[in-house]
């Protein structure tokens, strides 16, 4: 279990990251987020050099040499290429003005479900690409810390953090993780169910910015967008022709009806399993959602009917991991020794 007891203090150099299987954010205490884009790395598999990452990885896709290849290092909140990810973080030191002379000290997000082999690899490869020291802190306690919550008081604080490669469900207290459950899976996943479904119902691919259209503009957790369409251009799979197709608010929510299921029953086993006098405080004080996923439409209705507690979803959810990442900076000199036990 994390214990955190902050304090104050700051250092110019010290780096708040938060690697995830969609998204990278970089924060320093004194200049906030300074980095927010997607976890592409851009490698030119002819002399291996890197081309680009985030953004620009993102822009060369299709439209370059074929020599160029655009990697994802992080699949289901963990690291699937230890060197991909070591220069990914090695290029955001650069933007952040992080030489290796620096040796910046980096705070860096985990999921709670990663393994020990997945936490040393994760530190390695900061370590790797520069930094001096690295400290771990579970998304769902930076998340808590992030929204303000008392984490450091004797009560319950209920927090879930939908990400696009893992999901997690926690209650903290007294500075730590005490009822928790995760799961690999996430926002991507949805995509994925949605991608597939256009595929075998209506014998089309669509690249994934629409399917990202498709899903803000038609899911539903609770079914409410039934009898809505959109009509997209797509490329039929048998004779690869563009088409145009209408996709329905019926096939999009069968779609994803079991990656939500399964959101459900994590925080619900999460709730279960937290001590009665701590449910209470739950009850009284709610649960926040956090993370791209939390802001699917009627998550948070289905979640409050399906566990009996109020659901909030936080202001600028994709953003609350950094946030409390970042307020760790300012105290990192009493939460160096506490942090590193996530590296279990």
């Not at 075998?200 to 691919?205: A, I, M, Q, S, Y």
């Not at 803000?216 to 251009?233: D, F, P, T």
């Not at 145009?244 to 096939?251: G, P, Q, W």
Request: with cysteine; hydrophobic share 50%; net charge negative.
């Amino acid at each position: 279990m994390t214990r955190v007891a902050l304090t104050s203090s700051s250092v110019a150099l010290d780096v708040a990251l938060d690697i995830g299987t969609a998204q990278t954010r970089l924060a320093t205490a004194d200049r906030g987020v300074i980095v927010d884009e997607p976890t592409l790395v851009a490698i030119d598999t002819s002399t291996g050099d890197v081309v680009d990452v985030g953004h620009g990885a993102r822009e060369v896709v299709g439209r370059t040499s074929r020599h160029v290849v655009v990697f994802r290092p992080f699949a289901q909140g963990t690291t699937v290429d230890f060197d991909v990810t070591a220069r990914l973080i090695a290029h955001l030191f650069e933007r952040a003005g992080v030489s290796k002379l620096s040796r910046a000290r980096v705070v860096m997000s985990v999921p709670s479900l990663a393994t020990a082999i997945e936490r040393r690899a994760l530190r390695q490869a900061a370590i790797q690409a520069g930094a001096r020291e690295v400290s771990l802190i579970e998304a769902p306690l930076a998340a808590a810390i992030g929204l303000g919550l008392p984490v450091q008081d004797p009560v319950g604080s209920a927090v879930t953090v939908l990400g696009a490669g893992a999901s997690e469900a926690a209650v903290i207290s007294l500075g730590g993780i005490v009822s928790a459950g995760a799961r690999r899976l996430g926002g991507n996943d949805i995509d994925a169910a949605i991608a597939t479904a256009l595929r075998t119902r209506l014998g089309v691919v669509v690249a994934p910015t629409t399917v990202e259209e498709i899903k803000c503009l038609l899911a539903s957790a609770r079914g409410r967008s039934l009898g809505m369409s959109q009509v997209v251009r797509a490329r039929s799979v048998d004779r690869g022709e563009l088409v145009e197709v209408e996709v329905t608010a019926e096939l999009v929510n069968a779609a994803l009806a079991d990656v939500i299921a399964a959101t459900v029953r994590m925080i619900q086993e999460c709730l279960a399993e937290t001590a009665p006098d701590l449910s209470q405080d739950v009850s009284a004080r709610g649960l926040t959602l956090v993370g791209g996923m939390a802001q699917l439409t009627d998550l948070d209705e289905l979640v409050a009917t399906s566990t009996g507690v109020e659901v909030a979803v936080a202001a600028h959810p994709d953003l609350v991991v950094i946030e409390g990442l970042r307020a760790c900076l300012e105290e990192l000199a009493s939460l160096h020794a506490l942090l590193r036990a996530a590296d279990r």
